[in-house]
C-alpha cells in the first residue's frame, strides 16, 4: 500500500491512518493477535462486527501518546483464528476473559465500538473483567422491526463488499466511491481516509465470523444490563446522533439497561465516533478512563 501524508479530519485534527502506523504486531500464548504499544496505564480496544485492530487508526496515536494501548483481534477477525464452536457474545467475553486472564490485564480500561461496544458492556456486567469503560454506538439494543433492518441492510452491504473486492482499491480511493460504501456508516464518508477504508472493506470480506455472528447479534441472546446502585466503576455509552446501523433511539434502551452509565451523543457523527469526530472521541475516552 501507497505511503499517505496524514490528513485533518472535520474538527481540524490530523489522524494518522493505517499506511503511518507502525506494522509491528504481536500474537499472545491465548492466540489472539494484538498490538500493544505506547505507554502508560493500559487501555484494551475491541473492534466492531467484521473489522481487525485498524479501526481505531484515527485515534491511535493519540491514545498512545498517554496510554498503553492493547488493540485486539477478536477470533475469526482480522489475524485471530476463529473460535472452534459458536461464535456469540458470550463466547467472544469468554475468549476476552481468557486472554485478559493470561496477560495479567484483569482491570484494564476498555473502549469497544459497534458489536465491541456491546462486549465491553457485557465485560462491564460480569464484574471483575474491566475498569472503565467507554462503549461507542453498542449493537442489542434493538426491538420489534429493527431486528429485521439491522441484519438485512448490514447483510446486504457485506454482500456487496465481497462481490466488489477486484475493484475495492478504485472505489476507496475516490470520494463518490467511499460515500457510496460507507453512507450506512460515517456521517461525512467521503473524508475519510482511503487507506482505512480499504482496510476496512478487506477486513470485511476476509472474516470468517462475520455472518455467524451478525444472525447472532440480531437474532440470538439479548443483552442484560447492571441495575442501579451496581456499577463499580466509570461506564460511558456514546453515540452518534445519525447512526443509521444502530438507531439513535435505541441509546435510551441502553441506558434503561445500565442506569447509571453517562450517556455521551456524538452531534456530527454516524455509527463510528472515532472515525467522524476522532478529537471528541479521543477526549472522551482519557477523561472517562483517567
Known amino acids: 500500500m501507497p505511503g499517505h501524508t496524514a490528513r485533518p479530519d472535520s474538527q481540524g485534527v490530523t489522524s494518522p491512518t493505517p499506511a503511518t502506523l507502525p506494522t509491528t504486531h504481536h500474537r499472545s500464548g491465548s492466540s489472539l493477535h494484538h498490538i500493544r504499544r505506547g505507554q502508560g496505564k493500559p487501555l484494551l480496544l475491541i473492534h466492531g462486527l467484521g473489522s481487525s485492530w485498524q479501526t481505531w487508526a484515527p485515534i491511535l496515536a493519540g491514545l498512545e501518546a498517554q496510554r498503553e494501548v492493547i488493540a485486539v483481534d477478536l477470533p475469526g477477525f482480522g489475524h485471530t483464528p476463529p473460535l472452534p464452536g459458536e461464535v456469540t457474545i458470550a463466547t467472544l467475553a469468554d475468549a476476552l476473559t481468557d486472554f485478559l486472564t493470561r496477560e495479567n490485564l484483569l482491570g484494564i480500561d476498555a473502549v469497544g465500538t459497534s ?139 441502553a441506558q434503561e439497561l445500565f442506569p447509571d452509565a453517562r450517556l455521551q451523543w456524538f452531534d456530527h457523527s454516524g455509527h463510528f465516533p472515532h472515525w467522524d469526530m476522532p478529537a471528541q472521541t479521543l477526549r472522551l475516552i482519557l477523561d472517562t478512563t483517567a
Do not use: K
Open 115 to 253: 458489536m465491541g461496544a456491546r462486549l465491553v458492556l457485557e465485560l462491564a456486567r460480569r464484574g471483575g473483567v474491566l475498569e472503565a469503560v467507554v462503549s461507542l454506538d453498542p449493537g442489542g439494543f434493538w426491538q420489534g422491526w429493527e431486528r429485521g433492518f439491522f441484519y438485512s441492510t448490514v447483510a446486504a452491504s457485506i454482500r456487496l463488499i465481497r462481490a466488489l473486492q477486484p475493484a475495492m482499491p478504485a472505489l476507496t480511493a475516490s470520494p463518490v466511491g467511499r460515500s457510496a460504501l460507507f453512507a450506512q456508516f460515517s456521517s461525512h464518508p467521503w473524508a475519510l481516509a482511503p487507506e482505512l477504508t480499504l482496510t476496512e472493506m478487506r477486513s470485511f470480506a476476509a472474516s470468517p465470523s462475520t455472518d455467524e455472528l451478525l444472525r447472532n447479534l440480531a437474532f440470538g441472546e439479548e443483552q442484560r444490563g447492571i441495575p442501579r446502585g451496581r456499577l463499580e466503576h466509570p461506564l460511558v455509552i456514546g453515540w452518534g446522533r445519525w447512526d443509521r446501523v444502530c438507531l439513535p433511539v435505541q441509546a435510551s434502551r
